[in-house]
């Protein structure tokens, strides 16, 4: 399974576009990635997912470079609500493994 | 709220006692999941199923962990018994077949609390 690094934490303001990449260099032909967002005592939930270039949906997009070794995750114009972890996940039928993920403050 | 139902969504008990957790995956869904998360770090995958089959339980600590799927649809998870470091978030997941491009969809989780 794909080995990912993610920044441990960043901050934002509101209404500001953030950016988190995710570093994937083992990644197989086969791997898709995977994005979740978690809350405090919640599951994690599915944001998005891409195989490559680009993927858009209505609370993300997605950017994947050609070599596929990195991806990043974009989130426009953040609220206070976007506060979470955030996983990054590489892998094929099974995508198991969970790094520790970005921690996401979003500030006033 | 989520669409995996979990219970109970909190659990005390004290070390050497068993505990269970229950999970009903999103209707149709042949791949479950349990994982656990310890405070502060991703979840960690115990166990998956595809209907009612175990794939991969390499993770499951099975001298003292069980789980079982028996018609292919809701499953349960036992610790017998249970120790302090148990304490931590399980977590249930489902998709649709677990092939390449199926999320997964998770549910809230059960936190146990070992005493």
């Known amino acids: 399974l794909a080995k990912t690094t993610q920044p441990i934490s960043m901050d934002s303001y509101e209404g500001q576009e953030v950016n988190i990449t995710c570093s994937h260099n083992?990644?197989?032909?086969?791997?898709?990635i995977t994005w979740y967002q978690q809350f405090p005592s919640q599951g994690p939930r599915f944001i998005i997912q891409?195989?490559?270039t680009k993927v858009t949906n209505e609370v993300a997009s997605l950017f994947i470079p050609a070599d596929r070794k990195s991806s990043t995750l974009s989130l426009p114009r953040v609220s206070l609500s976007d506060t979470a972890v955030y996983y990054c996940?590489?892998?094929?039928?099974?995508?198991?493994?969970f790094g520790s993920g970005t921690q996401l403050t979003v500030l006033p | 709220e989520a669409e995996v139902a979990q219970s109970p969504r909190y659990k005390i008990t004290e070390k050497s006692q068993a505990v269970a957790f229950w999970c009903d995956p999103i209707?149709?869904?042949?791949?479950l999941y349990w994982y656990r998360q310890i405070l502060g770090q991703g979840p960690e995958l115990l166990v998956q199923?595809?209907?009612?089959?175990?794939?991969?339980d390499s993770q499951l600590p099975k001298d003292r962990f069980s789980a079982e799927r028996l018609k292919g649809v809701d499953s349960t998870l036992k610790i017998q018994p249970a120790e302090l470091g148990d304490s931590a978030m399980y977590l249930c997941?489902?998709?649709?077949?677990?092939?390449?491009?199926?999320?997964?969809?998770f549910g809230d989780g059960t936190r146990l609390s070992i005493l």
């Open positions: 997941a489902s998709s649709k077949d677990g092939t390449l491009n199926q999320p997964q969809h």
């Open positions: 209707s149709g869904h042949a791949t």
């Open positions: 996940l590489v892998g094929g039928a099974r995508q198991l493994t």
């Open positions: 891409g195989y490559k």
């Open positions: 199923f595809q209907d009612e089959s175990v794939v991969d």
């Open positions: 083992n990644i197989a032909t086969n791997d898709y």
